[in-house]
C-alpha cells in the first residue's frame, strides 16, 4: 500500500522525503539486489529495446527529465514484520516507469524505488515470463505479483510479455481492479497517457531474432532505437548516393550519345562535300 497522501502544497515546495518520520527506511539503507541470475539472455536486450525506443518520447513529455525508467530494480511497497528481510516487501518488475519525479534523491542516484518516500507510483509495469507466467499472473492476497501491482500499488497499465508465446497481455486498472485490454485494429494496446502503444514485433535486435515487445506511436508507427535510427538515416544517404550515381550516369549516357550525334553529322558532312555537295544546301 502506498502510505503516504498527496501533499496539499505544491510538490515543487516540497522534497519527497519531507515531512515523513526519520526512522523509516529510504533507498540508500534498503537492499538493491538479490543476487539471482538474469533469467535468460533475451531480458537485457528487450529492457534495452523497450528504453532505448521510448526514451525521445520521454523527453518530450518531461523536458525537465522529471521522471523515472528502472529495470530489473527494486519497489519496496510495505514495511517487513522481520526488519532483517526488508526485500520482502518489494517487488522487481522488469521494466516500469515512474513520471514527475527526481531521477536523484537528495543529491543520489536512486538505488529503488521506496514506495513510503515518494509521492507517485509507477505508470506502468512490464514483467518478462521466463517459466509458466504463473508467477506473473498470481492473485495471492498479499504476496502475489498481480496483487502487489493491483491492490497495494495501484499501476494503472500492467504488462506480463511472454516470448516464448510471442504474446503481451496488458492490464488497466479500473475501479480499483485489473481490467484486461482489448488489441486495436493494429494489435496494439494503446497506453493513452503516453501516446503509444505496445505490441509484438518479429526481428533481430542485438543479434537475436525474436517476436521483441516494442512501442509504436499513435498512428502505428514503430518507435525505433537510436542505432536503427542511424540505420535508416545510413540507408537513406545510400539510397541518395546511389540515385545521384545513377543520374550521374544518365547525364553521361547522353553526352555519350550526343558525342555520337556530332561525330555522325560530321561524317556525314565530309561524305557529303566528297560528293562535291554543299551540306548546309
Known sequence: MNLITKP???????????????????????????DNFVKNFQEPPEGDLLTHSITPILQQIHPDHQYCVGRDSGIYWRLTELPELPEKGSVAPDWFYVPNVPQKLDGQLRRSYVLWKEFVAPL????????????????????????????????????????????????????????????????????????????????????????????????????????????QERQRAEQERQRAEQERQRAEQERQRAEQERQRAERLAEQLKALGVEPEL
Open 124 to 231: 506502468i509495469v512490464l514483467e518478462f515470463v521466463s517459466g509458466n507466467g504463473l508467477e506473473e499472473r498470481d492473485k495471492t492476497w498479499g504476496k502475489g505479483k498481480f496483487w502487489v501491482y493491483e491492490q497495494a500499488i495501484r499501476v494503472p497499465f500492467y504488462g506480463i510479455y511472454e516470448v516464448q508465446k510471442g504474446t503481451v497481455e496488458i492490464y488497466n486498472l479500473v475501479n480499483g481492479y485489473y481490467q484486461q485490454m482489448v488489441a486495436n485494429e493494429r494489435n496494439h494496446y494503446p497506453i493513452e497517457p503516453l501516446g503509444v502503444e505496445l505490441g509484438i514485433w518479429e526481428g533481430e535486435y542485438q543479434s537475436q531474432v525474436w517476436p521483441w515487445l516494442r512501442w509504436w506511436d499513435a498512428q502505428g508507427n514503430l518507435l525505433l532505437t537510436g542505432d536503427e535510427r542511424a540505420g
Open 8 to 34: 496539499t502544497e505544491k510538490s515543487s515546495d516540497l522534497s519527497p522525503t519531507s515531512d515523513l518520520p526519520k526512522s523509516l527506511p529510504d533507498h540508500t539503507q534498503l537492499p538493491d539486489k538479490d
